[in-house]
């Protein structure tokens, strides 16, 4: 069955220090990769996705992702991390058929130190 | 960029009574909407797919008589949670994937934050 890992339930990072999400992926082909960030009661905002091309990709709020196809991976990073990147952060995926539906991991919860 | 507009943000109704979510595409037309449902500290779980003019395809588990769900134009899709419980209490989010969807992605709605007293 098609599924997206997050490993990691809780991450704590002290503020200026550098930051990895990781992300796995179980799909017969290499789907649509997304990066969502959640506040406390709110909606979801898109960081980043990945369809093809470059295995690096840069979001917003300086994050960027790269995508291993050999690990089946699509980890999540920042060099410096502000209090401020406190929150909830999803991988999700889909297959590239127009209709599909997202399918999320369980999320990290990223604390932040100061 | 492609916006979907959700309302109610937030509402609270009695046991028993039954609420009915809006999730509108105000500038691209949207053939498929899907439904998700996050429960506090929990991830978003895929509900229920939604095509204009047919009938939605709902995942493993959820009550299809309890969450009908109606997609009758375009730009409308509709969820009612039927006589609603306290356990049906969560954030209903509503998505739709955007007619250049291979470049656009998908959209989402505010959500909509059901309590049930």
């Known amino acids: 069955a098609q599924s997206v890992t997050q490993p990691d339930i809780h991450i704590t990072v002290s503020e200026g220090a550098s930051l990895e999400l990781r992300c796995n992926y179980s799909?017969?082909?290499?789907?649509?990769l997304f990066w969502y960030v959640q506040s406390p009661g709110q909606g979801l905002q898109l960081l980043l996705k990945y369809f093809s091309g470059d295995t690096l990709v840069q979001g917003i709020k300086g994050f960027e992702a790269e995508f291993k196809r050999s690990q089946s991976s699509f980890n999540l990073r920042k060099p410096s991390v502000h209090w401020s990147d406190a929150a909830e952060y999803f991988c999700?995926?889909?297959?590239?058929?127009?209709?599909?539906?997202?399918?999320f991991g369980k999320g990290t919860t990223l604390s932040v130190s100061s | 960029g492609a916006v979907v507009s959700q309302h109610p943000s937030r509402v609270i109704c009695k046991s028993g009574t039954s609420v009915k979510i809006e999730c509108r595409s105000l500038?691209?037309?949207?053939?498929?909407m899907f439904w998700y449902r996050q429960f506090p500290k929990q991830s978003l779980m895929l509900m229920a797919t939604s095509n204009e003019g047919s009938k939605a395809t709902y995942e493993q588990g959820v009550e299809k008589d309890k969450f009908l769900i109606n997609h009758a134009s375009l730009t409308l899709s509709t969820l009612t949670v039927t006589s609603a419980h306290p356990e049906d209490s969560s954030f209903y989010i509503c998505?739709?994937?955007?007619?250049?969807?291979?470049?656009?992605?998908?959209?989402f709605g505010s959500g909509t934050r059901l309590t049930v007293v």
């Open positions: 500038d691209f037309q949207a053939t498929t």
């Open positions: 799909y017969g082909a290499t789907p649509y």
């Open positions: 999700a995926a889909a297959q590239g058929q127009a209709g599909t539906a997202l399918i």
């Open positions: 998505s739709a994937r955007d007619p250049d969807g291979i470049n656009y992605g998908y959209t």
